[in-house]
């Protein structure tokens, strides 16, 4: 069977917030987006606010693993270059988020989140898995690899 563009993914590009159609196959090879032709994947934590996190969430096609995290959490600064280090492994099978709930205090309330630092994957737009408390980065990747 050849492949067709119903089999495209659908990826958000964390610098501009385009929706991007990628072939799967196309994932590993430093994919650019269409629109402002800036790295799609770039090994790092993309830092999200309400509505560009909304957009990322429902639109983008592979799962994304969140970061909900303040910065008076000591638990949470200290979690922060062990996440940005999971990233680079995890990516471009996932796409890792970070959100700062003290600036967007919406989607802390919305996703209630009680205790921070929380991960949280998503698929689909649906939270599909959540687990409280600071991580290293090997136990992060294993966290969302086994979910």
């Known amino acids: 069977m050849t492949s067709t563009t119903s089999d495209a993914l659908h990826i958000v590009c964390p610098h501009c917030d385009a929706v991007n159609r990628l072939p799967p196959a196309r994932l ?10 800036k790295d799609l994947f770039t090994g790092q934590p ?23 995290w303040a910065p008076w ?7 922060a270059p062990w996440y940005a280090q999971a990233a680079k492994s995890l990516e471009p099978d996932f796409r890792v988020v970070k959100v700062n709930t003290e600036a967007s205090q919406d989607l802390g309330s919305r996703f209630n989140i009680r205790s921070i630092p929380t991960l949280a994957l998503f698929r689909g737009g649906r939270e599909v898995a959540r687990q409280p408390g600071a991580m290293d980065a090997n136990s992060i990747i294993a966290w969302a690899r086994g979910r």
């Open 28 to 37: 590993r090879e430093q994919p650019t987006c269409g629109k402002c032709q």
């Open 46 to 68: 993309v830092d999200l606010a309400s509505a560009r996190f909304l957009k990322h969430i429902e639109r983008t096609d592979i799962p994304v693993l969140v970061d909900f």
């Open 73 to 79: 959490c000591g638990p949470c600064r200290t979690m």
